[in-house]
């Protein structure tokens, strides 16, 4: 059982590069999310989306983009990239709402370096 | 200041040890709290999960919450090695299509040393 995955693991990009963060789930999970985390200061939420063709804003929206075309994907693309991206990227999905109690299952993470 | 705050540490302790985890929070609208459990180069894992006050068991483990003073715990009974990881408290309210979005700590690095 796969679960979340995350593609790349690893990346360096240079200041003003785009790229995208792929993210797959094979639970049939409808809510999915993004968050970043900084060194000593937990997990930021980027985006969300409740289902295909829905998306929101999380706390830290700036310089990113989302799109759900599929239950199964929930892209992050990054515009321009600055240093402040600098970060460990997490995908995470759930079956229902967090606040219900449901587990959020995280992806490995993606580790990216803005230079 | 953060809607909630953790001690980032680290915490280190002897094996058998019994290790304390806290947070703090300001928002009292917080009904929903978690534990999770992050080892190196991977994703957080849900541990504990409790719904408004009270206590809550399973193994080794004792989640507490206490709303009137706005401070949640995570107690590890006979710690071992294998309980090094980095632990976030996470905290929500229940708005419906909301996401459930969860506020995270900053995570407390706990060693466990054999």
């Known amino acids: 059982n796969a679960g979340v995955t995350q593609t790349p693991k690893f990346r360096i990009l240079k200041i003003g590069q785009s790229m995208t963060l792929q993210c797959t789930q094979d639970?049939?999970?409808?809510?999915m999310y993004w968050y970043r985390q900084d060194p000593g200061m937990g997990l930021k939420l980027i985006y969300y989306s409740v289902g295909a063709g829905i998306t929101d804003k999380g706390e830290v929206p700036n310089g990113y983009n989302v799109s759900r075309s599929t239950t199964e994907d929930f892209p992050l693309r990054l515009e321009l990239a600055a240093p402040s991206q600098t970060s460990v990227y997490f995908c995470?999905?759930?079956?229902?709402?967090?606040?219900?109690?449901?587990?959020?299952?995280f992806g490995e993470g993606s580790w990216l370096t803005v230079v | 200041q953060k809607e909630v705050e953790q001690d980032p540490g680290p915490l280190s302790v002897p094996e058998g040890a019994i290790v304390s985890l806290n947070c703090t929070y300001s928002?009292?609208?917080?009904?929903?709290f978690m534990w999770y459990r992050q080892y190196s180069r991977k994703g957080p894992e849900l541990l504990m999960y409790t719904y408004s006050s009270g206590n809550k068991e399973d193994g080794r483990f004792t989640a507490q919450v206490d709303k009137s003073s706005k401070y949640i715990s995570l107690f590890i009974r006979d710690s071992q090695p294998s309980d090094s990881a980095t632990y976030l408290c996470?905290?929500?309210?229940?708005?419906?299509?909301?996401?459930?979005?969860?506020?995270f700590g900053q995570g407390t690095e706990l060693s466990v040393k054999p």
């Open positions: 639970m049939n999970h409808n809510y």
């Open positions: 928002n009292s609208a917080f009904q929903y």
């Open positions: 995470a999905s759930s079956r229902v709402q967090t606040s219900s109690g449901n587990t959020i299952y």
């Open positions: 996470a905290m929500t309210i229940a708005i419906y299509n909301q996401g459930g979005k969860l506020i």
